[in-house]
């Protein structure tokens, strides 16, 4: 399973673009990429998944360049309310299970 | 509210005492999965059901660990001889049968063993 990388926290203000970079250098052909949010005392969240290029929803973007090797999660003009961790997952989409690393905590500041 | 219900959200138990926790997910969904979370933590896999077969098990999942899919619709976990270090948030997620299916996660069990 690829490991992935990404920033333990980062910090923005309101009414900000938010991107959030992962590296995950030994992905695999058949993986894709998978971004979810996890607030407190709750279970993580789907947020945007994709393969290659650009992948557009009504939360965010995700970015992929054409060698996969990274990606970043892109949330436009964040809120108080975006405050989360954020998980860069990297897997088959047909298989077993993810692997989550710690993430990164993004705090939102008025 | 993904569709994946977990029961009960919280349980207190003593340590030596078996819990069992229950995972409801999406109805049309065939795959399950237990994670466990422990704070400040991602979640980390325990085990996965494909309809009612048990097709993988971490290394994490010790032998007072236990998980059943009958049927292969809600799930239970239980845990016998609870220990301290068991403390933490279960997880359970469900996905359905496509190949490009994402996983959707419950709320979570809290178990705190004193």
């Known amino acids: 399973l690829a490991k992935t990388t990404q920033p333990i926290s980062m910090d923005s203000y309101e009414g900000q673009e938010v991107n959030i970079t992962c590296s995950h250098n030994?992905?695999?052909?058949?993986?894709?990429i998978t971004w979810y949010q996890q607030f407190p005392s709750q279970g993580p969240r789907f947020i945007i998944q994709?393969?290659?290029t650009k992948v557009t929803n009504e939360v965010a973007s995700l970015f992929i360049p054409a060698d996969r090797k990274s990606s970043t999660l892109s949330l436009p003009r964040v809120s108080l309310s975006d405050t989360a961790v954020y998980y860069c997952?990297?897997?088959?989409?047909?298989?077993?299970?993810?692997?989550f690393g710690p993430g990164t905590r993004l705090s939102v500041l008025p | 509210d993904t569709g994946v219900s977990q029961d009960p959200r919280h349980k207190i138990t003593k340590r030596g005492q078996n819990v069992t926790f229950r995972c409801d997910p999406i109805?049309?969904?065939?795959?399950l999965y237990w994670y466990r979370q422990t704070l400040g933590q991602g979640p980390e896999f325990l085990t996965y059901?494909?309809?009612?077969?048990?097709?993988?098990k971490s290394r994490l999942l010790s032998d007072r660990f236990s998980a059943e899919r009958p049927k292969g619709s809600f799930s239970t976990l239980e845990i016998q001889r609870t220990e301290q270090g068991d403390s933490a948030m279960y997880l359970c997620?469900?996905?359905?049968?496509?190949?490009?299916?994402?996983?959707?996660f419950g709320p979570g069990t809290r178990l705190l063993v004193l």
């Open positions: 030994n992905i695999a052909t058949n993986d894709y």
């Open positions: 109805s049309e969904h065939n795959r």
């Open positions: 994709g393969y290659k």
């Open positions: 059901f494909q309809n009612e077969a048990q097709l993988e």
């Open positions: 997620a469900s996905r359905g049968p496509g190949f490009q299916e994402t996983q959707y």
């Open positions: 997952l990297v897997g088959r989409s047909y298989g077993q299970n993810f692997v």
